[in-house]
């Protein structure tokens, strides 16, 4: 549908808290649509609203296999543990590490405001985690360990001796 400007750190809008939402109209039809062009165009694996301006409690991700859609979610259970990198539409071109649940569950609904629930793991726990994060006005530099680097950053070894 359209592109639409990714807010940069800095701007008021990612941190604030954002609101529910109690319907499913068509400009929120409209704005899922967008936001998952946004994400595509950007090349991420997710999008919150909050980082395309809009206070709601909506994200977007797709880690390889097609466009997850969460409105209203929320983790349910959350356990394991990985250590990595992370990178941010709203922080182009820097990335910082980030300890993250190796497994998640969530609960959403999706465009019908049908509820449902997904686990993921890995990557796409690390994206809910992340996404919805946004939501309450986190960012990863939030619960960052060390320094934040530039994403063309190379660890000489992440191998442990």
Do not use: W
């Amino acid at each position: 549908m359209a592109i639409r400007k990714i807010r940069e750190f800095g701007d008021s809008v990612l941190r604030k808290e954002c609101k529910e939402v109690k319907e499913v109209t068509g400009r929120i039809r409209t704005l899922v649509e967008d936001m998952i062009d946004t994400m595509y165009e950007a090349n991420g694996v997710g999008l919150a609203a909050p980082q395309v301006g809009v206070i709601k409690r909506i994200v977007v991700i797709d880690v390889g296999d097609g466009p997850i859609i969460m409105i209203n979610p929320k983790i349910l259970e959350a356990d394991g543990e990985q250590y990595g990198t992370e990178g941010c539409l709203s922080l182009a071109g820097k990335m910082g590490y980030v300890r993250r649940p190796n497994h998640v569950k969530a609960c959403a609904y999706d465009l019908d405001m049908n509820y449902y629930e997904i686990e993921g793991e890995e990557l796409l726990a690390r994206a809910i985690c992340h996404e919805l994060d946004h939501l309450d006005g986190v960012l990863y530099i939030d619960r960052m360990e060390g320094d934040l680097m530039d994403s063309n950053f190379t660890p000489e070894s992440d191998d442990e001796e």
